[in-house]
């Protein structure tokens, strides 16, 4: 032994030393002995100052890119607010986010989605000019620090990176299309470099939460949003926890009947100081932080045992179908088909008596994977629909493909009916296109008379909407089984038009 090192003061966003560090201190630690033995000072300062350039370079840069990782970006913008500091508004940060990144790991591996983050960083890079830096904070998260002359032009060098992510990337023999939601904080809307980070990532949250791949400029009452949002994800989480939510159903009638053949399950949050909160209100948020997992799981059960508690107090009306909604978290889950199972063994309810809801959308993040799980939970009995049908990538070749049993006509159609005459035929094109392929035929949101009379002569099966009932509680649904002793007594009285 001729020495000891005594190695401190970790640089970068990691505090600690792992297996790479000690791979470049033991030919530190060989140098410094050479230095020692034979005196060759300056040819070994030479070494150890390439190695420190090398750890240096090793705690700024991310090592999938090569780009400069937070700690540096965030140094970078010290540097520019210093600098431009009587005149910050030239300065601008950008704050990028793929869109359902994860849904790329998850069903094509870290590896093409590591090629993925490295085609987009040398997009990104090639979109903006060689003076500005660009960097990427974690996973999916991209930064741009930007001299510009205002937001507009900050605005626009974003929208030029959207669409430079947008365009197809080739991977082997797949072509991937990936999206990207943006947030621009210009140098005035922040003191420090933490905080004009903070300001672009508020603005990035904004644009994802009016409907991503699009891009926003911060502006102060954001951060109201942002703290109200944060307030509400705690309380959803408590409300998981406690068990806050309750079911409503919407009755979906035969057209040609008006006889009720089942409800759709709709889900209610009972927020103790908000009131009842609808789902298009939380469902969104518990969608992006997977709350939705333990929220549908519970729904389902709900669902079952509600379902399996009628069938045996009324079993002159066992025929009534529950239909309810499957999110594409849901689906993605490998223990999926195993949950649903277990569900319906727990509850003792009757397959057949259920209707389980996927969207398009659903379906097209991995058709081949979704399809599998979808044919084993329907060999069980109970029945699909496509939900909000017509607004996504129908096609006949792609309905052939999927076990389907029930189409769903989506409201944006059933609105447009007795409009124009292009749109009617839409609507009517469509329910005829669920006939061909032998499916039956739900229309959504019928709100008016004409409507459900055009629907009928179209040849729909069965329509729901606030003309028939807005979604009730339990009790209504008590009251209409009641009310008589078998299908042809469930007539429901359509609310005036």
Known sequence: VVGTILVGNRVGEVDHFDRSDLELFEPLAR????????????????????LEAQLRHQ??????????NRARFIERVELALDFSA???E????????LDDFKVVNDSRGHSVGDRLLIEVARRISSAVGPEDTVARLSGDEFAVLLDCPDARGARGVAEAVLAAIRRPIQIDDEEHGLRATAGVAMGDSGARADELIRNADVAMFTAKQAGKNRCEVFS????VAVIERHELMADLQRAVDRDEF???YQPIVSLATQRVLGFEVLVRWHHPRRGVVNPGDFIPLAEETDLILPIGRLV????????RDWQQRYPEHADLAITVNLSSRQLQQPSFVGETLQLFAESGVSPESLILEITESVLMEDTGTSVAKLMQVKSLGLRLAMDDFGTGYSSLSFLAELPIDILKLAKPFTDGLGRTERETAFAEAIVGLGKTVGMKVIAEGIERREQAELLRGFGCDMGQGFYFSPPRDATYVEHLLRRGDGAEDRKIIPFPA
């Open 31 to 50: 140098n410094l002995g050479t230095v020692l033995e034979s005196g060759t000072l300056e040819q070994s300062l030479q070494q150890l100052r390439d």
């Open 59 to 68: 705690a700024y840069h991310d090592p999938l890119t090569g780009l400069p």
């Open 86 to 88: 009587a005149d910050p």
């Open 90 to 97: 030239h300065l601008g940060v950008l704050f990028f986010d």
């Open 220 to 223: 102060p009452d954001m951060h």
């Open 246 to 248: 309750v079911l409503h």
């Open 300 to 307: 389902l059960a709900k669902a079952c045992q509600q379902a």
